[in-house]
């Protein structure tokens, strides 16, 4: 017993020196490999698996470059590209939110690539996906693609206490809302993403607009404190009546997603992705015809619709040492073959593509809905601070669906602490 | 003797709880790495799986280029080959160290006050400047790097457990040597080592598993294959946006298995390592 | 021993001096440097030196101060709650009783479980929806309804201490056991004779012996809990309105998140100072207890 401790830690010296764990000692290759290093997401869409599937192709194409790619959750994406990009290994090629590409620019961190993007790729693309790659006149990024929360809505619910159509705005929706928990249809109709992270934003931002409001005003400064009450209030009375699922606020996007695809909602605001999932027998319970989905439609009166980007797009980070090889490899996954062979769960960035009936069918419904949503989409801050502002921004929300301090108090003080930012 | 009687019953309602208590929560993770997504999404919770699903631990041990498995498996190598490497550079470091606080106390224990001190500094005091350096001399995202940091943690423990043991090593068994004209590496190594190794092995062991259990340094200073632990993946791999519950819990499994393993099986002489630096007092 | 032979013993030191200055001193000058600066984290601007301002910008945030309150109510709780639990469950398990090997092998468990798994279990076994806990209370018919532990303002915090204490109980129950089976029971016998109840025995045999050991272990664990960051951090990364931030997440996220490492380090540098403080009360109530 007394030498077994020894005796252990020399065992587990040669396991870790051993052959098995020694797959990662670089092997000899030619002259000309290049490796690339690509940060990307988890997420469900486009998948590790769907990346991961792309870049083999990708490398049979370019047998002298091997791309190693690494994906962490969205948390963490930001602050890995940022701590990655202080070391002496950063990554090639990463994936940027549009919040993040002012912050970035700022930073002097991604690679300007105005005169290097194909002209097929300028003119085939959407074009509000060119709109969040540029600063400044300058192209940083390419699209990768466009999203935004789309309203979901279990329509057998819906048809079981009576409604027969979609609601038409933000009023009609609650109405339905209070009907289907009144018939006991299902116990809370809504879910959303409220947890303490960028998600609560995306969802916030929607009602936002909804209600014809924005972040700032034309100088860039923030003005919640008048024009972002209305949907801070409309999301509290929704927790006061019963009718949001408070464990809301704790959801991410997935956690919603589980809790819709279960029946547990009957609306409920996710990106393009879950319209696949929830219609796929093996993630949800629920069949394709109880599946609802359409732009978030405005407060009435106000706006027909109302849409917020959370698109996302591939950069060549300044310090990568092989830029024709990495604006190669994000330009292949951009691409609209690429595109519409992965499209199942996010849709192409091409405007081609939308006119392809092969892309169309069985989701009629969600490609009329991105085509709308894309044509009026609108951007939450782009700015360098935006990060920190969010933050403060995601406390005083919460605190304000929790009850503790009334909205207009708690956004006067996130837009007051804002404004302090060093 | 009634009294007796409804002790016993009471001791042993109490043991059954305790037991249920340290169990059923690491019990309830097993289950669910080994039952399907299905079985988990139920409600209520189905507690026993309808069949063992062990499709989330070949996920997790199956090797192919930018795969999931070979990631996780990496993280495993690296978490040995950090945990170990602190773990050498700490005792190798300490043993003289030690040697000279225990054989000449007086003012050199301002230095041993010194390391006992840094265990009240929080990491985050200095992860910010040893980021920087790290980052300039290129030495972020690297095992040897990611176990010298770590050396903040296990060398003031280290230095402390093994002169306490040291002090209950007779010195007259060196003054016999110090007159055949021994030095000081004699004594250390042909006398004092041989006397310590048992102490040693668990002073190791105890430091290993506190490497082993390690997350702040590692998700700040590693990032990629090369040095990333198995805690960063893990947790990764249980971030937001991930909803296979029997894929994390897989993860989380394997990733207790070692410290699980050594803990049950040198219990006595981990206990007493821990007990090491206190019953002297 | 001359001195000669005491300076060359010095030798001996050198390596550890070197990587404790290197790894530890140094970064932690650097670290009360940065303190006294506007740097920032990518550091493209030249870093300006701003004097106490970083000090006297954190006694106003009130951020910083409800997470030190946050890191602070989590010490208390937890070490209290581990330490109480631990020694009952020390002494329930030096009571003999059938299979008490295995039970006492059985202790070491959550104590090896790695931190991040614990964290992690937890947060599944909290989950609202499918969690283990609802839906144990609920079959129990001790719960009518599903309800949420992690979102809920209240229980967040609460049910993250009742996870640590988990895993950390069991470390003061085995010093404990430990201690106590170093118990000398001629003692105890010459008590019994003389007359001792169980409860006199307990109070001024057993009780003493054992405290040295427990007084090791609380240190240790107050100094850990008050750093408290992985636990936290995996299960709510500090929500739900940063109710659950604890001091040294507010500083990871300053420094790094926000890139501010100048006043990141400043409120670090305060933390330090706190869990000094504490640790220097602690003993010096604990010296005056022995002298008296």
Sequence with gaps: ?422 | MRTNKLFIVLKYAAIILLVMYILLPFLWLIIMSLSSSADLTTKPLHWIPGKIDITSYKRLLLVGLNSRGSLFLYGLRNSLKTALAAVIISIFVTIPASWVFSRYPGKKNIILKIAIFTFMLPPIAYALPLYRILSRIGLLDNSLSLALVYCTIILPFCVWLIKENIDTIPYDLEEAAIIDGAGFTKRISLIVLPLLLPALGTVALLSLLMAWDEYFYAMLYTNSQNAITLPVVISNLASGRQSNYNLIAAGGVLASLPPVCIGLLLQRSLVRGLMMGGVKD | MSIAEARKCNVLIVPMVVIMGTMIGWPLLQTFFLSFTDTTLMGLEPAGFVGWQNFVDAFHDDGFLSSLKVSLLFALVVVTSEMVLGTSVGLLVHQPFIGRSLVRALLILPWAVPTVVNAIMWRLIYNPEYGALNSLLFQLGIMKEYTSWLSNADRALPSIMFADVWKNFSLVALITLSALQTLPLSQIEAAKIDGAGAGQRFFYITLPHIIPSLQVALVLRIIETVKVFDIIYIMTKGGPANKTRSGSIFVYQEAFTNSRMGSGSAFAIIMVALIMILICMYLRVLTTKRSS
Excluded at chain 1, 106 to 135: C, E, H, V
């Design chain 1, 1 to 422: 017993m007394k030498k077994g401790g020894l005796f252990l830690v020399c065992l587990l010296c040669s396991l870790a020196l051993s052959p098995v764990f020694a797959t990662g000692s670089k092997e000899s290759q030619g002259p000309e490999q290049i490796e690339l290093r690509f940060l990307g997401m988890a997420q469900a869409a486009y998948s590790e698996q769907n990346v991961n599937d792309m870049t083999a192709d990708f490398m049979k194409e370019h047998p002298n470059i091997k791309v190693y790619t690494e994906f962490v959750p969205y948390e963490e994406l930001r602050n890995k590209t940022l701590l990655a990009y202080g070391s002496n290994r950063p990554y090639d090629a990463v994936l940027v939110d549009d919040i993040w590409f002012a912050e970035y620019v700022s930073k002097g961190m991604l690679r300007d690539i105005t005169d290097q993007i194909p002209t097929s790729y300028k003119k085939g693309g959407l074009a509000g996906g060119w709109n969040f790659t540029t600063k400044q006149g300058k192209v940083y990024g390419v699209p990768w693609f466009l999203d935004t929360m789309y309203l979901y809505y279990n329509t057998t619910m819906l048809k079981a206490a009576g409604f027969q159509q979609a609601p038409t705005s933000i009023e009609d929706m609650v109405a339905m809302g209070k009907a289907l928990k009144e018939k006991w249809i299902v116990e809370y109709p809504f879910v959303f993403s409220l947890a303490q992270a960028e998600a609560l934003m995306c969802v916030y931002s929607n009602f936002l607009e909804a209600y014809g409001a924005s972040f700032q005003d034309k100088n860039g400064k923030y003005t919640l404190d008048t024009t972002g009450v209305q949907a801070l209030e409309f999301l509290l009375q929704l927790k006061e009546n019963g009718l949001l699922n408070p464990n809301s606020l704790e959801y991410l996007e997935e956690d919603v997603r589980r809790v819709f695809s279960s029946g547990d909602a009957a609306f409920t605001l996710n990106w393009a992705y879950m319209f696949a999932l929830a219609t796929d027998p093996k993630e949800s319970s629920l069949k394709k015809e109880d599946v609802g989905v359409m732009v978030l439609p405005g407060a009435s009166g106000i706006k027909e619709s109302a849409a917020m980007s959370g698109s996302m797009g591939l950069s060549v980070l300044a310090k990568s040492p092989h830029l024709e090889e990495a604006l190669a490899y994000i330009l292949y996954l951009s691409s609209k073959d690429v595109q519409d062979t992965y499209s199942n769960l996010q849709l192409p960035v091409w405007t081609a593509s939308y006119d392809d009936p092969k892309l169309r069918e069985g989701r009629e419904l969600l490609v009329e809905a991105s085509k709308k949503a894309f044509s009026i989409m609108n951007v939450r801050p782009s700015e360098p601070n935006y990060q920190e502002a969010s933050a403060i921004l995601q406390q005083y929300i919460q605190s304000a669906l929790y009850g503790d301090i009334p909205p207009q108090k708690a956004l006067q003080e996130a837009v007051q602490k804002i404004s302090e930012i060093k």
